[in-house]
């Protein structure tokens, strides 16, 4: 491909034609790795492909599962809309334990410390005692006021019942119930208790968090969401994980009972805090609006948003994830700490990891994931539309991750192909000159010479034949297996230029240096830092930098001058520092505008970048005129350009044997003119690193 570039006067000048421009793709951000196809794998919002879980499933009766309760014995109970039926969930296979007369469906189950399973229905206003041995239910105290039991918890021998239409907490123990809480909302949608004995609980219509303290009957508002339903509450160290919902007013559906249509929420005027919606395709999650929903008689059909929140026991907030086109319906939190989160629509389960990156866990068939539950770090989820039970078995066995179609727009040949990975991966190429994969493409095929490159990444030679298109795969073969980035070196076939229109940009960076007169002078040991910040209360916030060389311990400080630094941005010399691989560490305080006490800090770091200072050298220059050769090398950056010039005449770029600039070490060709007169001449050559830095030498030849 011929490349135009501008000087003064304005004019154009063109590239030779046996000139190599190596081009680059690169997947490493998560949009770039869901534009491929992960298979028994997931991807996380941070850009990482892992192997996912291997999943049995269970039919169950009915159309839709309400409450789940894991059991001692590794079963599951499951409460049902086939008229109040209550199931148990045992491996492979569901039995009706027992039915609760009088009830569309059971809503809510707990167990207390002695073993004791309680269930609430809708419509009901009695917590049921389940035996499951007899398979009978016994009734308990009434209620007043109460129309549906929406979520219960226990604590020892005491349940705690969240109830509707008034919004009330009963405490519930043995044969009498009083009520501990008045919410003055509608209902108690959510109940948690925390390891200190709290009970958290959920409210919709005003999607409000309170926690109630059992030991002074004391209750304290926690949080104030801009929504109109919080689903479900889990504890979570100090506090909980909360999923709240904004739901989309609809019409009730018709032909159903009075406690069905209070089943379709209803929203208030939106207020509280507000979710934070990624934009579309960013994220898991971040999907367009889904088409208009017709049928509003299914639980998962009601149309809405949702967000997960961390609420500490101080009242902190921080957002978790958002999804933009439907809502949270359940969460739990595994013993490591990570948090699941079934969504009412596309039939997933998101995980949200604890460095908070985002990914979807679990994406099957049905509508709608109603319920989770764990069998210690395993996840167990339950289905509407088509009432089904899922549960994990282990890491997915066959867990692998196909890209996208490179377009290298014209017939192109491959150099090395480079890879950030952990635990056990095989990754392949093929190539074809057919947009879509199949027929007439190069079998799958592991690169050659593989080996390590520096800063973590793996490297070797593409062996797929030249071809117009590129794909690569990757097979993750044990629990520990990553992928985070993968970028493979190629060069296009030149075609003719077709000028339609020019654009002048200011340069951040020079483009073939090689072939300008700057190229004798030192290249600026400058770099250019800039991050981004989010600031809630507009408080006064200074930064302070940090660098660290890959395999040292110690974190060294960037001085930024006398003054504070205020601004998100900052010009680095990095002439003092040893070439290498470094991270670089921002910390943000806002102590200047805070008490010490009240001060907080926070830090972010980068991945590895290269500083690269040292010019890259030109060995065993060979003249056989009219052709000449000679090497490039460098010890940290990739040979990236060469060019030379014959008698102090115009610069000229030249290439490599293999006509690829993708090593540390580089073998150049160069083409002499030919004609020369008799006599003595001189050659200069130049070559450029990645880094834009410059070597070069000369020498003298005699044509006979």
Same mark, same amino acid.
């Given at each position: 491909?011929?490349?135009?570039?501008?000087?003064?006067?304005?004019?154009?000048?063109?590239?030779?034609?046996?000139?190599?421009?190596?081009?680059?793709?690169?997947?490493?951000?998560?949009?770039?790795?869901?534009?491929?196809?992960?298979?028994?794998?997931?991807?996380?919002?941070?850009?990482?492909?892992?192997?996912?879980?291997?999943?049995?499933?269970?039919?169950?009766?009915?159309?839709?599962?309400?409450?789940?309760?894991?059991? =001692?014995?590794?079963? &599951?109970?499951? +409460?049902?809309?086939?008229? *109040?039926? !209550?199931?148990?969930?045992? %491996? /492979? $296979? @569901?039995?009706?334990?027992?039915?609760?007369?009088?009830?569309?469906?059971?809503?809510?189950?707990?167990?207390?410390?002695?073993?004791?399973?309680?269930?609430?229905?809708?419509?009901?206003?009695?917590?049921?005692?389940?035996?499951?041995?007899?398979?009978?239910?016994?009734?308990?105290?009434?209620?007043?006021?109460?129309?549906?039991?929406?979520?219960?918890?226990? =604590?020892?021998?005491? &349940?705690?019942? +969240?109830?509707?239409?008034? *919004?009330? !907490?009963?405490?519930?123990? %043995? /044969? $009498? @119930?009083?009520?501990?809480?008045?919410?003055?909302?509608?209902?108690?949608?959510?109940?948690?208790?925390?390891?200190?004995?709290?009970?958290?609980?959920?409210?919709?219509?005003?999607?409000?968090?309170?926690?109630?303290?059992?030991?002074?009957?004391?209750?304290?508002?926690?949080?104030?969401?801009?929504?109109?339903?919080?689903?479900?509450?889990?504890?979570?160290?100090?506090?909980?994980? &909360?999923?709240?919902?904004?739901?989309?007013?609809?019409?009730?559906?018709?032909?159903?009972?009075? $406690?069905?249509?209070?089943?379709?929420?209803?929203?208030?005027?939106?207020?509280?805090?507000?979710?934070?919606?990624?934009?579309?395709?960013?994220?898991?999650?971040?999907?367009?609006?889904?088409?208009?929903?017709?049928?509003?008689?299914?639980?998962?059909?009601?149309?809405?948003?949702?967000?997960?929140?961390?609420?500490?026991?101080?009242?902190?907030?921080?957002?978790?994830?958002?999804?933009?086109?439907?809502?949270?319906?359940?969460?739990?939190?595994?013993?490591?700490?990570?948090?699941?989160?079934?969504?009412?629509?596309?039939?997933?389960?998101?995980?949200?990891?604890?460095?908070?990156?985002?990914?979807?866990?679990?994406?099957?068939?049905?509508?709608?994931?109603?319920?989770?539950?764990?069998?210690?770090?395993?996840?167990?989820?339950?289905?509407?539309?088509?009432?089904?039970?899922?549960?994990?078995?282990?890491?997915?066995?066959?867990?692998?991750?196909?890209?996208?179609?490179?377009?290298?727009?014209?017939?192109?040949?491959?150099?090395?192909?480079?890879?950030?990975?952990?635990?056990?991966?095989?990754?392949?190429?093929?190539?074809?000159?057919?947009?879509?994969?199949?027929?007439?493409?190069?079998?799958?095929?592991?690169?050659?010479?593989?080996?390590?490159?520096?800063?973590?990444?793996?490297?070797?030679?593409?062996?797929?034949?030249?071809?117009?298109?590129?794909?690569?795969?990757?097979?993750?073969?044990?629990?520990?297996?990553?992928?985070?980035?993968?970028?493979?070196?190629?060069?296009?076939?030149?075609?003719?230029?077709?000028?339609?229109?020019?654009?002048?940009?200011?340069?951040?960076?020079?483009?073939?240096?090689?072939?300008?007169?700057?190229?004798?002078?030192?290249?600026?040991?400058?770099?250019?830092?800039?991050?981004?910040?989010?600031?809630?209360?507009?408080?006064?916030?200074?930064?302070?930098?940090?660098?660290?060389?890959?395999?040292?311990?110690?974190?060294?400080?960037?001085?930024?001058?006398?003054?504070?630094?205020?601004?998100?941005?900052?010009?680095?010399?990095?002439?003092?520092?040893?070439?290498?691989?470094?991270?670089?560490?921002?910390?943000?305080?806002?102590?200047?505008?805070?008490?010490?006490?009240?001060?907080?800090?926070?830090?972010?770091?980068?991945?590895?970048?290269?500083?690269?200072?040292?010019?890259?050298?030109?060995?065993?220059?060979?003249?056989?005129?009219?052709?000449?050769?000679?090497?490039?090398?460098?010890?940290?950056?990739?040979?990236?350009?060469?060019?030379?010039?014959?008698?102090?005449?115009?610069?000229?770029?030249?290439?490599?044997?293999?006509?690829?600039?993708?090593?540390?070490?580089?073998?150049?060709?160069?083409?002499?003119?030919?004609?020369?007169?008799?006599?003595?001449?001189?050659?200069?050559?130049?070559?450029?690193?990645?880094?834009?830095?410059?070597?070069?030498?000369?020498?003298?030849?005699?044509?006979?």
């Amino acid at each position: 491909m011929k490349r135009l570039w501008l000087a003064a006067p304005l004019c154009l000048l063109a590239m030779r034609a046996d000139a190599v421009v190596t081009a680059t793709w690169t997947v490493e951000t998560y949009q770039q790795f869901d534009a491929g196809d992960a298979t028994d794998a997931f991807i996380t919002s941070s850009g990482e492909v892992r192997p996912g879980w291997d999943t049995k499933r269970t039919k169950l009766e009915g159309d839709a599962v309400w409450a789940s309760l894991r059991l =001692a014995d590794g079963s &599951v109970l499951l +409460g049902s809309d086939e008229a *109040g039926a !209550l199931y148990r969930l045992t %491996g /492979d $296979s @569901a039995k009706q334990v027992v039915k609760i007369d009088g009830a569309i469906a059971v809503v809510a189950l707990a167990q207390s410390s002695s073993g004791q399973v309680y269930a609430g229905t809708m419509p009901g206003n009695k917590v049921w005692k389940i035996d499951l041995a007899s398979g009978k239910a016994t009734a308990g105290p009434a209620l007043k006021g109460v129309e549906t039991i929406w979520s219960l918890a226990a =604590a020892g021998d005491t &349940v705690y019942a +969240g109830t509707g239409p008034s *919004g009330k !907490l009963f405490a519930v123990k %043995g /044969d $009498s @119930a009083r009520e501990v809480f008045d919410s003055e909302d509608k209902r108690i949608t959510a109940l948690a208790i925390t390891s200190d004995g709290g009970v958290w609980m959920g409210t919709s219509e005003r999607a409000l968090v309170f926690r109630y303290d059992p030991k002074d009957g004391k209750t304290r508002a926690m949080a104030d969401f801009a929504g109109n339903e919080v689903s479900a509450i889990a504890p979570y160290r100090t506090g909980v994980v &909360v999923a709240a919902n904004e739901l989309a007013e609809t019409p009730p559906p018709t032909g159903k009972t009075a $406690s069905q249509v209070e089943a379709v929420e209803k929203p208030t005027a939106a207020k509280g805090q507000a979710a934070k919606t990624p934009d579309v395709g960013t994220k898991p999650g971040a999907d367009k609006e889904p088409s208009t929903v017709t049928d509003l008689g299914r639980k998962g059909a009601k149309k809405g948003k949702g967000a997960l929140f961390r609420v500490g026991s101080d009242g902190r907030l921080d957002q978790l994830h958002a999804l933009t086109a439907t809502y949270f319906t359940s969460v739990v939190v595994a013993p490591d700490g990570i948090i699941y989160a079934g969504a009412a629509d596309k039939g997933r389960v998101y995980m949200v990891d604890n460095d908070d990156s985002v990914a979807t866990a679990f994406d099957v068939d049905e509508r709608a994931v109603s319920q989770l539950w764990l069998d210690k770090n395993l996840v167990g989820f339950a289905t509407d539309d088509a009432a089904a039970a899922y549960r994990s078995v282990g890491r997915a066995s066959k867990a692998k991750y196909t890209s996208d179609v490179l377009d290298a727009k014209a017939v192109a040949r491959f150099g090395k192909l480079t890879w950030v990975a952990q635990g056990k991966t095989k990754i392949e190429t093929r190539s074809g000159n057919t947009a879509k994969p199949g027929v007439g493409w190069s079998d799958w095929s592991a690169p050659q010479q593989i080996g390590k490159l520096g800063g973590g990444v793996d490297g070797g030679k593409i062996v797929s034949p030249p071809g117009r298109y590129l794909q690569f795969r990757v097979a993750l073969e044990n629990d520990d297996a990553r992928v985070r980035r993968v970028m493979s070196y190629y060069v296009p076939q030149n075609t003719a230029t077709e000028v339609q229109e020019v654009t002048i940009e200011p340069a951040t960076k020079e483009s073939l240096p090689t072939l300008k007169d700057l190229a004798a002078k030192a290249r600026s040991p400058v770099l250019k830092l800039k991050w981004k910040v989010e600031n809630p209360d507009s408080d006064d916030t200074v930064y302070t930098l940090e660098a660290r060389r890959d395999g040292e311990a110690n974190w060294r400080p960037l001085s930024t001058g006398k003054t504070p630094l205020t601004a998100t941005s900052w010009e680095w010399n990095t002439e003092t520092y040893p070439d290498g691989w470094y991270k670089l560490r921002v910390t943000a305080s806002d102590a200047a505008a805070n008490s010490p006490d009240r001060a907080l800090t926070s830090s972010h770091t980068s991945t590895m970048f290269a500083i690269d200072n040292t010019r890259p050298s030109i060995d065993g220059v060979t003249i056989n005129y009219p052709k000449a050769s000679a090497r490039a090398g460098d010890s940290l950056s990739t040979i990236a350009e060469m060019a030379f010039s014959v008698d102090d005449g115009p610069w000229q770029l030249g290439t490599t044997t293999d006509g690829l600039f993708d090593d540390l070490n580089e073998d150049l060709r160069i083409d002499l003119p030919t004609g020369l007169a008799r006599g003595t001449h001189t050659l200069a050559v130049r070559v450029a690193d990645a880094a834009g830095n410059v070597g070069s030498t000369s020498t003298s030849f005699v044509v006979k």
